[in-house]
């Protein structure tokens, strides 16, 4: 294990949001290191879908990073709560799934989280484990650490109570049952997303109720989608997969907007911030694609999908022969259009490639001139305008005179 200090404060306290506390945190290490001994990092996943995407890689990488110092990471899979499903966020219930596909998404997940994480430093524990054997008396110690008010103190709760939405005890009570997985883990320190930081109180919080040291809770900044909104998520669609094809994965990662694409390299990459901030947008982002194809796939397929997002995007490859819509004026439905031209087979599949940043406004005078279209009801500034849509669809939209 390494013995300097400094090192492993900075992996943990760099980009973390909220770190509670500092001063416990250093006297945590400073103990385990004088003992020779890891830190117990927890980290907790529902298996509520069957893939990891590059929002959640935000943490794992950091995991990573103390794994290389010696430390241990205890990945929990909530087998047991993704029955119940985390409320964090969600205005609506989320559906309950049934045994086998959380067997099935938790087998996925593992296996693509090993694409970041350290095999031998990792334990895999499955939160069933504990809650399978607890009896009625436990759970009501359980619940009696916490009152109703208390846990009615998240955002999302009370907006839901507000909206009239409903809200299940199931949902009111799920911190409790996670949190009181760090109780059984004896944890350390527990990571979590910003939107996960009630979730990780609870779970110190329980600690001491049940007279054991608090574990130190990190929270880590969300990754925002493509969209350039709300954070990633698959069922937003605006997600880039871990395992999504490397075309696929390299053409996501430029259609970034410019804004946010600064945090991707800051929260994906150990790249100097400062030196890649010296270099033009397009040139950042064509980096930035390299490095995540060529770390989930090889560099050799980085280099061929560099290659021909140029000839298509720089070297203006663009059909001679496209079909042509002539517009009335300067402001254009996106959706209507490409279901009118049968660019896409509804609109429904337009929204969705919309979502996916999977539509590109190109100034047919000037291909160099293109940008990824985010809204549906757009302007352009020329009297023709080339949409490519997904990879081998275009249309020209010229201006009635």
């Not at 045994?99 to 031998?120: E, G, P, W």
């Not at 390299?290 to 995007?313: D, G, I």
């Not at 959706?335 to 896409?344: G, N, Q």
């Not at 997904?390 to 020209?396: C, H, N, P, V």
């Amino acid at each position: 294990m390494n013995k300097d200090l400094s090192k492993h404060l900075k992996a943990i306290e760099e980009n973390t949001v909220d770190l509670i506390s500092p001063e416990q945190l250093e006297k945590k290490i400073k103990d385990k290191l004088k003992k020779s001994k890891p830190l117990k990092i927890k980290i907790g996943f529902d298996p509520t879908a069957c893939d990891i995407h590059i929002g959640h890689t935000v943490l794992l990488n950091k995991l990573r990073k103390l794994q290389d110092l010696g430390h241990i990471v205890y990945f929990i899979i909530g087998d047991f709560t993704a029955k119940i499903g985390d409320p964090s966020g969600k205005i609506i219930q989320r559906p309950v799934l049934d045994d086998s596909q959380i067997r099935a998404n938790a087998s996925t997940y593992t296996k693509q989280a090993f694409k970041i994480l350290n095999k031998r430093k990792t334990k895999i524990i499955y939160n069933s484990r504990w809650y399978k054997k607890m009896n009625l008396s436990s759970f009501l110690s359980l619940l009696s650490s916490y009152t109703v008010a208390r846990i009615l103190e998240r955002d999302d709760f009370s907006k839901r109570i507000q909206n009239q939405k409903p809200l299940s005890l199931l949902e009111v009570i799920y911190p409790l049952i996670q949190g009181y997985d760090s109780y059984k883990m004896e944890a350390d320190i527990e990571f979590g997303g910003t939107d996960q930081k009630f979730n990780l109180l609870v779970g110190r919080n329980l600690q001491q109720f049940f007279n054991q040291p608090p574990q130190i809770v990190a929270t880590m900044p969300l990754l925002v989608g493509l969209d350039g909104q709300k954070k990633m998520s698959k069922s937003l669609g605006n997600y880039i997969g871990i395992t999504e094809k490397p075309k696929d994965m390299f053409g996501k990662i430029m259609s970034v907007p410019d804004e946010i694409m600064w945090d991707y390299i800051r929260l994906l990459t150990d790249f100097d911030l400062s030196q890649i901030k010296q270099m033009h947008p397009k040139d950042a982002k064509v980096k930035l694609a390299k490095y995540l194809v060529s770390r989930y796939y090889s560099k050799n397929l980085a280099e061929k999908e560099s290659k021909e997002f140029q000839k298509v995007f720089s070297e203006r490859k663009i059909p001679e022969k496209v079909p042509i819509y002539k517009a009335d004026n300067k402001k254009i439905d996106v959706v209507d259009i490409l279901s009118k031209m049968k660019l896409t087979s509804s609109k429904n599949e337009a929204r969705r490639l919309l979502n996916q940043g999977s539509i590109t406004m190109i100034d047919s005078k000037d291909p160099s001139n293109y940008s990824v279209l985010k809204k549906n009801i757009t302007f352009f500034s020329s009297e023709e305008v080339i949409l490519k849509v997904g990879k081998k669809r275009f249309l020209k939209i010229v201006v009635k005179s």
